[in-house]
């Protein structure tokens, strides 16, 4: 059984799913994936997509904003701490850096940053960390920040080994995505080779990004499957191993167990 460590649900469009939201869940289950982490990019967008899955438990969330939202976004550090108090919320993020779209806005992405980290670690949440063309940065923030207190994860990783290496010294995971099966991404690859199975996650962030062989379309979880059968594939492994790994990880990771979110009984991993 998989698990879906990152997605956006709230932003798939329902159309092939004849603009049903349980069509997408059940879709999901029936290609395995037995639990998805909801995670938040805005607090505006945030009530809408708490009240979409709450009622499901195989779904959890994440309180937070995105390194790339409206600088105006309105959040405080007290509004995330309300926020993480809710049994529903998992962990704070997705938070991070990223230069490459914004470099002009450093000094708010980093306070933000740091904001959402003190926040993880007064409730003893895993933060979830967005990096792109910031990796020195990030890396810096995370160790002054004591991570390590409250743990998490590098969402869709694309850094290479050494930064693999020296965020997992601070106790965070790294989290595969669909990137992995893309033709030009052979240094990721070998990365995806080195980190050891206790830290390895893996995700869709769905809409985006969706892996071969179903590139250009509308990423979805049930497409978790293909990251799973690629990173397989690179460590000589079975996808029954991978699935099995990646669960345990996600559950220690989040402080969940299967009884607690009531996940469903998929039809199994195919391989």
Not at 86 to 91: E, I, N, Q, R, T
Not at 204 to 219: E, F, K, W
Request: proline share 4%; aromatic share 8%.
């Amino acid at each position: 059984m998989l698990v879906d460590s990152h997605c956006h649900l709230d932003c798939i469009d329902l159309s092939e799913f004849n603009d049903n939201f349980d069509q997408l869940i059940q879709r999901s289950v029936e290609a395995g994936v037995e639990h998805m982490l909801c995670v938040s990019i805005n607090l505006q967008k945030y009530p809408h997509m708490l009240e979409k899955v709450r009622p499901y438990k195989n779904i959890s969330v994440s309180a937070g904003v995105h390194p790339m939202a409206d600088r105006t976004e309105d959040y405080s550090v007290d509004v995330l701490g309300t926020l993480a108090e809710d049994s529903k919320v998992v962990a704070i993020g997705e938070t991070g850096l990223d230069y490459f779209y914004h470099s002009d806005e450093k000094d708010w992405q980093q306070q933000q940053f740091r904001d959402h980290i003190q926040v993880a670690r007064a409730h003893n949440k895993p933060v979830i960390v967005h990096t792109r063309d910031a990796a020195e940065d990030t890396l810096t923030i995370l160790n002054e920040e004591k991570v390590s207190e409250c743990a998490g994860v590098i969402h869709c990783f694309t850094e290479d080994r050494d930064f693999a290496r020296r965020a997992m010294d601070m106790g965070m995971m790294i989290s595969f995505s669909g990137i992995l099966t893309f033709r030009n991404a052979d240094r990721l690859r070998e990365v995806a080779k080195y980190v050891p199975d206790d830290y390895l996650l893996i995700e869709t962030d769905s809409p985006y990004l969706a892996p071969v062989p179903h590139r250009g379309r509308q990423n979805q979880p049930a497409y978790v499957n293909e990251v799973a059968r690629t990173l397989a594939q690179l460590r000589n492994t079975g996808i029954e191993h991978i699935a099995e790994i990646t669960r345990e990880n996600f559950y220690r990771l989040f402080q969940l167990s299967v009884e607690e979110t009531g996940s469903a009984s998929p039809a199994g991993v195919s391989g």
